[in-house]
């Protein structure tokens, strides 16, 4: 199965800061099938990109998904307040399915 | 909306059982493959079992394959997990989510979430 890695564990930063978020496959991710998720404490995770760099409904585009292979970045150009949250990428371009370890974007 | 609302968490024993629901709304239930994704405490996200739109196929977690079965039941828009032989690391949160496609896919809308227990 394909073993997502994220990158850093813990991000420490201010409102208005500009947020880069790493998770890197033990393989090739076919497709570039790599979604990213928000998850606020007792929440239900909620889908924020999806094919690497397509934003699904309603999400701000202060949020961008880039990247493809191996090497996938979430960016989130402008913190807002309700951005401070822990971030999943997961990959569908393989069976199993995996999720990363999770990135949590905290206020410094 | 598209509205999942999960059920039936709760303490069990070691070795005990447990059937979990998930009541879809909003969106046509039987066009769509529908999965389970739980989480242990503090702990990342595990993909557990997904089922075809039909009901005709299903597709299990090793960790839960034997002992898990997921099912669903489209004249009522619901979806469930049957949990037998239950052990500590079952314990988790357990999420229904919609799919965009049957597997692998990505997952467009979640449940709240039911936390399931097992301890003696």
């Known amino acids: 199965e394909i073993v997502l890695t994220q990158s850093p564990g813990t991000l420490s930063l201010s409102p208005g800061e500009r947020a880069t978020l790493s998770c890197r496959a033990s393989?090739?991710?076919?497709?570039?099938?790599l979604a990213w998720y928000q998850q606020k404490p007792g929440q239900a995770p909620r889908l924020l990109i999806y094919?690497?760099?397509s934003r699904a409904t309603d999400i701000p585009d202060r949020f961008s998904g880039s990247g493809s292979g191996t090497d996938f970045t979430l960016s989130i150009s402008r913190l807002e307040p309700e951005d401070f949250a822990v971030y999943f990428c997961?990959?569908?371009?393989?069976?199993?399915?995996?999720f990363g370890g999770g990135t949590k974007v905290e206020i410094k | 909306d598209v509205q999942l609302v999960e059920s039936g968490g709760d303490l069990v024993q070691p070795g005990g059982s447990l059937r979990l629901s998930c009541e879809a709304s909003?969106?046509?239930?039987?066009?769509?493959?529908m999965t389970w994704v739980r989480q242990a405490p503090g702990k990342g996200l595990e993909w557990v079992s997904t089922?075809?739109?039909?009901?005709?196929?299903?597709f299990y977690a090793d960790s839960v394959e034997g002992r898990f079965t997921i099912s669903r039941d489209n004249s009522k828009n619901t979806l469930f997990l049957q949990m037998n032989s239950l052990r500590a690391e079952d314990t988790a949160i357990y999420y229904c989510?919609?799919?965009?496609?049957?597997?692998?896919?990505?997952?467009?809308?979640w449940g709240q979430g039911t936390l399931v227990t097992v301890s003696s």
């Open positions: 393989q090739i991710v076919g497709s570039s099938y």
């Open positions: 089922i075809s739109d039909s009901g005709g196929r299903t």
């Open positions: 909003g969106f046509s239930f039987s066009n769509y493959a």
């Open positions: 989510a919609k799919g965009e496609w049957e597997l692998p896919t990505y997952f467009d809308y």
């Open positions: 997961q990959q569908y371009g393989n069976s199993p399915l995996t």
């Open positions: 094919g690497a760099s």
